[in-house]
């Protein structure tokens, strides 16, 4: 049974930062690319950022040079350090092992004066 357990979430003002974990269980973590991924209220569920097993990182434009994923294969942990966070950044995000039916229950980041 795989469980993803997200945490980090709050409410932050513009420019401010959060840092999210995503807690895995299971033998699959460490040689499974992990994602993290957001939905807005009243939108698709969106990737974010990835990282392989290796380390190799992508993200997507709107994150660039804001956002930084990492993964600690010892810990079958995977984070999000989120900076200077603008108001549509506000979503749930989820992490999720690629090609795997395996979803988190989402933390809610709230960017807001």
């Known amino acids: 049974q795989v469980q993803l357990v997200e945490s980090g979430g709050g409410l932050v003002q513009p420019g401010g930062s959060l840092r999210l974990s995503c807690a895995a269980s299971g033998s699959f973590f460490n040689r499974n690319t992990m994602a993290w991924y957001r939905q807005a209220p009243g939108k698709q569920r969106d990737v974010v950022a990835t990282?392989?097993?290796?380390?190799?990182?992508n993200y997507v434009d709107s994150v660039k040079g804001r956002f930084t994923i990492s993964r600690d294969n010892a810990k079958n942990t995977v984070y999000l350090q989120m900076n200077s966070l603008k108001p549509e950044d506000t979503a749930v995000y989820y992490c999720h092992p690629l090609s795997t039916r395996y979803w988190g229950q989402g933390t809610q980041v709230t960017v807001s004066s």
């Open positions: 990282i392989t097993g290796g380390g190799i990182t």
